[in-house]
């Protein structure tokens, strides 16, 4: 069993109070904290229980994790499964991706592995009412969403399916399955033809042995082969990935996140002959963290030019009716404010929920558009704030 044994934060906005409190009577699988003024909440996830979606396919695009065909089905009808719920209980998920998925493992010695395993798991989704960046606010019903979020998982996992019994007969079956659920999914057809279609097969496929010990995950077209090589490295490789948490930990769970894939790709290309420098990876750490940090300020810098300018256009507006004098330096307190609130909200917090975020180039651009929706409301109010507190003072005067 892989041991990934570190803490990290969501947060999300959301649009509707008694909407998200339904998603989670449905979906509460970790802490959530409220902050209701901001429309805001914050989970607290622990990984040594659960694993991201986009996580697990990255660690099986990448041969790190061995998954069998089987378990590859039973994902696919479990998230399903899952989206039928939540729409059967009225409650839609209307920004839903690889990056909001979430198995949660019922026993605490169960993760994913190196070899073969069956895990006992429940699915559940985050960010209810959260926009994602990548359609800028675009929504999409859970139940039209789901089919493209399975051509994914099919193109990240297909070619890692191994078989070693019946291998080119039992192979030809396996990617006949999977290009009918493609297909499927690609022809927008219904959550429950899609869930039939599964049930079927697996039905058809699964061994009467497998049945009597509860294995419902092992089709008869399964790779049972443990690989010794594989399972004899596995305290190793933890050992590693707790070093990397470690290093990770002091500069925050972005770091974590993104000296964890660096690692684990590495392992993975020379699992049998692979050899760790912790030093080095001191090193790594530092240089990726001043990346995060000009990164960061090259953000800040937009935003702060962007306010100025808000700022500056706003108090033009006011001064058609108000004669006050707005000095420089009020201007810079105002900003300086503004700027911080931005960076602060969950508009832009949510985009460091996850490094696959941080991966892309264009991630600044995104916050960036996100955030002007709000950017422009919190410095008109600002503006206004001063405005007022000039006519309170001129009015005590005249008093």
């Known amino acids: 069993m892989l041991k990934f044994c570190y803490q990290s934060q969501e947060v999300y906005t ?32 622990n990984h040594s229980r659960c694993i991201r979606l986009s996580d697990l396919l990255f660690y099986i695009q990448i041969d790190f994790v061995r998954i069998q065909f089987g378990q590859l089905l039973h994902l696919i009808l479990s998230i399903l499964k899952k989206v039928e719920l939540i729409e059967s209980q009225g ?19 169960q993760y994913p592995g190196l070899i073969y395993q069956i895990l006992h798991y429940s699915i559940h989704f985050t960010g209810y009412s959260c926009p994602l960046k990548y359609v800028f606010g675009v929504k999409q019903k859970a139940s ?20 070693q019994k019946n291998k080119d007969k039992n192979k030809q079956i396996c990617e006949e399955i999977l290009e009918q659920i493609y297909a499927l999914c690609k022809t927008n057809s219904s959550i429950p033809v899609i869930i039939l279609y599964l049930e079927n097969t697996i ?29 004899k ?33 590495k392992i993975t290309q020379n699992l049998s002959n692979f050899s760790f420098n912790r030093q080095s990876y001191e090193t790594y750490a530092q240089n990726k963290f001043k990346q995060l940090q000009d990164q960061e300020q090259d953000l800040q810098i937009l935003v ?27 201007i810079i307190q105002l900003q300086q404010y503004i700027v911080k609130s ?58």
């Open 14 to 45: 959301f649009e509707n109070y008694d909407n998200l409190m339904n998603s989670l009577s449905l979906d509460d699988f970790q802490s959530g904290k409220f902050d209701s003024p901001n429309n805001m909440i914050t989970f607290n996830i």
């Open 91 to 109: 409650l839609e998920h209307e920004y839903l991706d690889i990056n909001r998925i979430w198995l949660y493992f019922k026993e605490e010695s």
């Open 144 to 163: 039209i969403q789901i089919q493209e979020i399975i051509c994914q998982i099919i193109n990240s996992c297909s070619n890692r399916i191994k078989q």
């Open 203 to 231: 039905c058809f496929y699964k061994e009467d042995k497998y049945i009597e010990n509860k294995l419902v995950q092992l089709l008869n077209l399964d790779d049972t082969d443990i690989e010794p090589e594989r399972q």
């Open 233 to 265: 490295v596995i305290g190793e490789v933890n050992n590693i990935i707790k070093q990397i948490i470690e290093i990770g930990n002091t500069y925050g769970q972005v770091c974590v996140e993104l000296l964890l894939q660096d690692a684990i790709t």
């Open 304 to 330: 702060e030019q962007q306010t100025k300018n808000l700022i500056i256009y706003f108090i033009q507006q006011y001064e058609k009716d108000f004669k006050f004098e707005i000095d420089e330096e009020e």
């Open 342 to 399: 931005i960076l602060q909200s969950p508009q832009v917090r949510h985009y460091y929920n996850t490094y696959q975020y941080q991966k892309d180039s264009q991630i600044n651009n995104y916050i960036f558009s996100a955030i002007g929706k709000i950017q422009q409301q919190i410095i008109k109010d600002g503006v206004e704030s001063i405005f007022m507190y000039k006519i309170l003072l001129l009015i005590n005067d005249l008093i």
